[in-house]
């Protein structure tokens, strides 16, 4: 069984600021890692994953997450917002081996950048 | 290279009318997902296919939801009869299929999404 938990259902940063977009998950089993971003009334876009090479993963846009297996921790950063960045983040687990694919989705944090 | 598309992007019906929704996949992409998420909960799985085939259909919530792959290509979700608590978006997600010892590099690529209302 797998599960995800995003810590801060919104967050608000000033642009130019950094961003901290917290998960902790659950996993019976070594996990894959993802953090998708859906911007207004577009699809959901991989940002970026963790499947077991470099724990510290870098992704599209700036962002990056670091992969903690003693705090089961995937936290999502940037050093500095853009105005862009307004959107809601999801974290999600899923199979590292088998024939199972589904992810397991967290709760989604929304992202506000201010002026 | 065209992404996953799903029709329609809006979707209004009245409780027991019967609603079908479109997913077109990445081309060769073998496996396709769909996902839902009702209002203020989580994107749940519904099912994957592996070609025409269901590989896992354990996020189905009822026998009112019937999936369709004919083919191997684009796939069909139907609802019916449509009931209040379907409302919200359904996502589709498609990805090239790994052997099980690299499941971890299969990344799934979502489309927009179909936003069912059931008044």
């Known amino acids: 069984a797998q599960s995800v938990t995003q810590l801060d259902s919104h967050v608000s940063v000033s642009e130019g600021t950094p961003v901290l977009l917290r998960c902790n998950y659950s996993?019976?089993?070594?996990?894959?890692l993802f953090w998708y971003v859906q911007h207004p009334n577009k699809g959901l876009q991989l940002l970026l994953k963790?499947?077991?090479?470099?724990?510290l993963v870098k992704g599209i846009n700036g962002f990056e997450a670091e992969f903690k297996k003693s705090e089961t921790s995937f936290h999502l950063t940037k050093p500095s917002a853009h105005m862009s960045d307004a959107a809601e983040y999801f974290c999600v687990v899923g199979p590292m081996w088998g024939s199972a694919r589904q992810l397991t989705f967290g709760s989604g944090t929304q992202l506000t950048v201010l002026p | 290279e065209a992404g996953v598309t799903q029709f329609p992007s809006h979707s209004v019906i009245e409780k027991g009318q019967t609603v079908t929704l479109r997913c077109d996949p990445i081309s060769g992409h073998d496996n396709l997902y769909w996902y839902r998420r009702v209002m203020g909960k989580e994107i749940k799985f519904l099912l994957h296919f592996v070609k025409e085939s269901k590989q896992d259909e354990s996020g189905m919530p009822n026998n009112r939801f019937l999936a369709e792959r004919t083919g191997g290509t684009y796939s069909t979700l139907k609802v019916q009869p449509a009931e209040l608590e379907d409302s919200g978006v359904y996502f589709c997600?498609?990805?090239?299929?790994?052997?099980?010892?690299?499941?971890?590099?299969?990344?799934?690529?979502f489309g927009p999404g179909t936003r069912l209302t059931v008044l």
């Open positions: 996993s019976s089993y070594s996990p894959s």
């Open positions: 997600a498609s990805s090239h299929g790994e052997p099980p010892g690299l499941a971890g590099r299969d990344t799934q690529y």
């Open positions: 963790y499947t077991s090479a470099a724990t």
